[in-house]
Every structure is written in C-alpha cells, then in structure tokens.
C-alpha cells in the first residue's frame, strides 16, 4: 500500500507540472486545445490623461493578436501581431484616460481564438487633479544690473528635475531657458524687455512617466540692484 500511495503522489505531480503557462492544454468534446502562449514582462508607463503599455511575446510563433482589458474588463484594445524569429516587444499607447489607479490584463491569441493566460500590470494614469497639486520653486530675488539679469532660487523641491524660464528680448523675441534643478542662481547676459519674466516648474510623477507635468506659471519683474 505505501508503494501505491507513493505511485499516486507522483503521478499528480507530474501531471501539474506538464501545465505550465507557456503552452498549456486543456481536453474539450472536440479534442485536444493547445493554448497560446502567455505574454510575459508586461510594463505600464503612467501619462497626461493616457499610458503606454509594453510586453514582450518570447515564445509560441502561432499568436496573432494580443488584448489588453481594463476596467474591470469593460475596455479593452486589441493588437494584431506579426511574429518574428526572436522576441517581440508590443507597444501599446491608451488615450483620452480618466486619471487614477488602474488594473491591466493582457492575453495572447492564435489564429483559431484560443486565449492565454492572462498577464497583469498595474499603474496610473495622471491628468488635472495631480497638476492642480504641484507647486512652483521658490526664488529669493531676481534683480537687473548693466544690462543683465540674474535670478537667485531657493532650494528645489526633490521631487522636480528643473524649470521653464521664459522672456523677451528687446527685439520682443520670447526667449526660453531650461533651468535644471540644482542650479542656484540663474544669469542672463541680455537685457529683458521691461525686465518681466515668468517660469513654470517641471515634475515627473514618476521615472518612467511619458509626460512632463508643468505647475502653474509664476510671473515676476527683476528689480535694480
């Protein structure tokens, strides 16, 4: 009896393990279904009212198109695929989102409508309501001397990786200037028209984001020295 109850354990496990989520089967009445293989390293890339989804498709050359749900699957984008001999990466860009968390499943498909595992991301989506929150750097003073201006800044928020500045020459050409973050005085070697200038400062919510986030724009005029 102890020989057959081992027998017993192993056959389960080897029948486990021949289903894996790479290519896995399933019996039906009309004979033996092999499943598409599963996507695999899917990426969310969080944006302005949209996002950007990666995967990669590794194995299985029979998939012919992929979907990706959300919502709680009651939206949802298909993507037809053309494999080729190595890995593929899919890229797919969601528009005209509503901002917040969101949940992503994504399946593989062959040509005869046979789905795969499913693979699942998450991540957010940001628009006016995160924008709404940011808040611009601080500057100690800005102030006009022989014709050049120079602006000293308080020490930027962590979070911001630089600034718009933006004026006009006297030509009235406006003029625009990236302002990294760790940069403490701002020098310009020009005359500014009627010494006013204005700036915007820059976030990213994340590293990965695929769209810079400006806070509202601050207005200043530079003042003699």
Known sequence: MKHIFILTITALFIAACG???KDYKDFAPGGEIVY???????????????????????TDS????????????????????????????????LNNMAEGPYSFDVYSYNAKGNVSIKNNATGDVYGAFYTSNLVNRLFKKAVYSAGKTRIEWVVADPRTFGLRLRYKDLAGVTQTLQVPSSEMITNIPANVLNNELEYETLY???PNAIDIFAASTVKLTAKPE
């Open 19 to 21: 289903k894996s989520d």
């Open 62 to 93: 029979r998939i012919t198109k992929c979907r990706v749900y959300w919502n709680q699957r009651q939206d949802s984008m298909e993507v037809a695929v053309t494999r080729t001999a190595g890995v593929d990466t899919i890229t797919v860009l």
């Open 204 to 206: 990213l919510p994340v």
């Open 36 to 58: 598409p293989g599963k996507v695999d390293s899917v990426k969310v890339y969080p944006g302005n009212n949209r996002v950007k989804l990666t995967w990669l498709l590794k």
